[in-house]
């Protein structure tokens, strides 16, 4: 199979590496990629939102399966798009359809949806500028902290937790007032859940699915889980908290009752989902749905699969899925983000970077990198993800750090702390 990977983070790097490993490979491409993608197969420089240019490579090059990385191209449609051209039409895609990528797109959605199908979440309540007095009079009957959510896709930062009420009531009119353009249009305010985060994910080609590993990434930039959020620093897998009684729980109230409603809505869904949870006393809570998977948790889930993927993207594509064997490591994968100096907010970029060739105890997964003058050079926030397997968070921890003191590049940070809560 000749397969195309639209995106270019760690994600896609790790879901590069380990298609790379399958059988059924023909040919790979991913567009635009990184430089360590482009070790793999062969970047093509078309952004993946620019569907009838991915549609014309598709065509030329024998594309035989789209897999999506990123939630933009999804929420704007692309399996639709492929699905409804003739000459697309037999290329499944890996990844819902426009109206399934909602539950990502609009948290009004996906709180619509899960109220529907009674699946455990905050208790919320959604506002526009038509009616913010009484999305002030909701923020009063709740308790600090407050969580303001804007509807829409807001590059990570749509999400505002408040200490204060005033504070909150002014956030929730500049969120109104277009802070963060359309997204803003609508407003969901919820309860805080108090209780400790982690992942779950979820394959599923509109019938079955396989629950992949979960996961816990490092969202804050500093250490002790402080400063700015990021789009994530670091990941451990599996969480030890998540334990087979806790993970039951997720599927019985929450997987299960997500994949019903999906079909009951008539919705196509083919491809990933991503759930943020909140364990409040043994119960899992949904914080929020992706429609993708999460970068950096790819490269700590990816590693875990002794499947070949291809063969599960096949059982997606065909709805075959429960056929399929699925087996997962029982080793720990910890993965560590080397990121730019002044990251998440500005920061310069195009230093080279060096020491990667020394690496044998970890699998370096590229974030932000690109290839230039026979040089890896760091070209986003995000730069490299080091990802180690070992018997334990501590062994695999020590791996990752180990390898990166071989790293090198000018204004190189990453946090010394990813895994240590889990300990
Ligand atoms: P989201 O983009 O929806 O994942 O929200 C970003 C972050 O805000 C989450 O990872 C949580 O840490 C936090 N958060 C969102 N909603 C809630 C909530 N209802 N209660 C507590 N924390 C929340
Ligand atoms: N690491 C969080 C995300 O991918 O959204």
Redesign the pocket.
């Known amino acids: 199979m000749n397969i195309l990977i639209l995106g270019s983070g760690g994600?896609e790097h790790a879901l590069a590496w380990k298609i790379k490993q399958s059988k059924k490979l023909g040919k790979l491409y991913i567009a635009p990629g990184n430089a360590g993608t482009g070790i793999l197969g062969e970047n093509v420089d078309i952004a993946p939102t620019d569907f009838s240019e991915i549609g014309d490579f598709c065509i030329s090059h024998n594309i035989n399966m789209l897999v999506v990385g990123p939630e933009e191209p999804l929420v704007r449609g692309i399996s639709n798009f492929f699905s409804s051209e003739d000459r697309l039409k037999h290329i499944p895609v890996i990844g819902p359809s426009k109206e399934g990528a909602m539950l990502e797109g609009s948290k009004d959605f996906a709180k619509t949806f899960m109220k529907e199908f009674s699946i455990p979440t905050a208790a919320y309540k959604t506002f526009t500028s038509v009616n913010i007095e009484e999305g002030y009079a909701f923020l009063e009957e709740l308790r600090a902290p407050y969580v303001i959510k804007a509807d829409g896709l807001a590059a990570?930062k749509g999400v505002l937790i408040l200490n204060n009420l005033e504070e909150a009531k002014h956030m929730l009119r500049e969120t109104l007032g277009g802070k963060f353009g359309e997204a803003g249009n609508k407003v969901v305010i919820e309860e805080y859940l108090h209780g400790i985060e982690l992942s779950t994910f979820v394959l599923t080609d509109g019938i079955s699915y396989k629950l992949l590993p979960e996961a816990k990434?490092y969202?804050r930039i500093g250490e002790g889980d402080t400063g700015p959020n990021t789009?994530?620093m670091g990941?451990v897998s599996p969480v030890p908290f998540a334990d087979k009684t806790f993970l039951d729980k997720v599927c019985k109230r929450i997987i299960e009752p997500t994949l019903k409603g999906l079909k009951q809505r008539d919705i196509t869904y083919k491809g990933f989902i991503?759930i943020g949870l909140m364990n409040v006393n043994g119960d899992p809570y949904v914080i929020e749905y992706?429609v993708r998977m999460?970068?950096?948790?790819t490269e700590v889930i990816i590693p875990r699969l002794d499947t070949d993927l291809l063969d599960l993207f096949e059982g997606v594509a065909h709805q075959t899925l429960a056929e399929k064997s699925f087996t997962i490591s029982p080793e720990t994968a910890v993965t560590v983000v080397c990121v730019s100096g002044g990251y998440p907010d500005g920061y310069t970029k195009g230093f080279p970077i060096s020491g990667l060739d020394k690496i044998s105890d970890s699998i370096v997964f590229h974030a932000g990198t690109k290839h230039k003058d026979n040089a890896t050079i760091a070209a986003g926030g995000r730069v490299l993800a080091i990802t180690s397997l070992g018997h334990n968070i501590t062994d695999a921890l020590r791996k990752s750090y180990q390898s990166i003191s071989s790293i090198k590049y000018e204004g190189m940070y990453m946090r010394r702390d990813i895994g240590q809560d889990l300990l």
Not at 294 to 297: C, F, I
């Open positions: 994600r990570g990434d969202k789009g994530g990941a991503f992706n999460g970068d950096p948790e």
